[in-house]
C-alpha cells in the first residue's frame, strides 16, 4: 500500500510519509464522511488517531490504519503494527514533495545554485525539485531524520 490518506491533525506525519515516499493526501477538511469517500474513490488507505472513524472505515470496506503516541516516530511505529494486524504491506516508493505530494526530479546543483544559499549550494551534491510546486530539497538534516522512519518500516 502506497497510497494513503492521512486524517486531520496529523500534517506533520502527512508531511514526512510523503517525504518517505508515501502518495499521500492529507484530509485538512476532517469530516469523516469526505475522508471515507476520499478513501474509496481513490484506493487510498486511511491513517488516523480516530479509533471510532478507523473502525467505522473498516466496515465501510476502507483499509484503515489506526495511529497513536506523541511524536511522528512513535505514530509511524504504531501505523507499522496496525498495518502488520491488517495484513497490509506499505511499500513506500521514491520521495514526494512534503509540501504538496507532488513528484521530485533530480536537479544539478548548476541549475539550482541561483536558488541557494550558498553554503547550502557548497555543502550537497544531490538535489531535487519538486514538479508541482517547484519546492527545492537536498540530502541534508531532514533526510537523515527519515532515515529512522525507513528503519521502522523495514519492521512490516
Ligand atoms: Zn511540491
Same mark, same amino acid.
Given at each position: /500500500?502506497?497510497?494513503? !490518506?492521512?486524517?486531520? /491533525?496529523?500534517? *506533520?506525519?502527512?508531511?514526512?510519509?510523503?517525504?518517505?515516499?508515501?502518495?499521500?493526501?492529507?484530509?485538512?477538511?476532517?469530516?469523516?464522511?469526505?475522508?471515507?469517500?476520499? =478513501?474509496?474513490?481513490? &484506493?487510498?488507505?486511511?491513517?488516523?488517531?480516530?479509533?471510532?472513524?478507523?473502525?467505522?472505515?473498516?466496515?465501510?470496506? $476502507?483499509?484503515?490504519?489506526?495511529?497513536?503516541?506523541?511524536?511522528?516516530?512513535?505514530? $509511524?511505529?504504531? /501505523?507499522?503494527?496496525?498495518?502488520?494486524?491488517?495484513?497490509?504491506?506499505?511499500? %513506500?516508493?521514491? %520521495? &514526494?514533495?512534503?509540501? @504538496?505530494?507532488?513528484?521530485?526530479? *533530480?536537479?544539478?546543483?548548476?541549475?539550482?545554485?541561483?536558488?541557494?544559499?550558498?553554503? !547550502?549550494?557548497?555543502?550537497? &551534491?544531490?538535489?531535487?525539485? =519538486?514538479?508541482? @510546486?517547484?519546492?527545492?530539497?537536498?540530502?541534508? *538534516?531532514?533526510?537523515?531524520?527519515?532515515? *529512522?522512519?525507513?528503519?521502522?518500516?523495514?519492521?512490516?
Amino acid at each position: /500500500m502506497r497510497r494513503l !490518506v492521512v486524517d486531520a /491533525m496529523l500534517g *506533520s506525519l502527512a508531511r514526512k510519509l510523503r517525504a518517505t515516499g508515501f502518495d499521500t493526501v492529507y484530509y485538512a477538511a476532517g469530516d469523516d464522511d469526505g475522508a471515507l469517500r476520499l =478513501c474509496r474513490r481513490q &484506493r487510498r488507505a486511511l491513517v488516523t488517531a480516530d479509533r471510532a472513524l478507523a473502525s467505522s472505515a473498516v466496515h465501510k470496506g $476502507v483499509s484503515s490504519l489506526l495511529v497513536g503516541g506523541r511524536d511522528d516516530t512513535a505514530r $509511524v511505529s504504531s /501505523m507499522v503494527q496496525a498495518a502488520n494486524l491488517a495484513g497490509l504491506r506499505l511499500l %513506500p516508493g521514491a %520521495p &514526494r514533495c512534503s509540501a @504538496c505530494n507532488g513528484r521530485l526530479s *533530480s536537479r544539478k546543483v548548476n541549475d539550482v545554485r541561483g536558488e541557494l544559499p550558498s553554503s !547550502v549550494a557548497a555543502l550537497h &551534491r544531490e538535489f531535487y525539485s =519538486c514538479s508541482r @510546486c517547484g519546492q527545492l530539497y537536498w540530502k541534508g *538534516s531532514h533526510w537523515k531524520k527519515l532515515r *529512522s522512519i525507513r528503519r521502522l518500516l523495514a519492521a512490516n
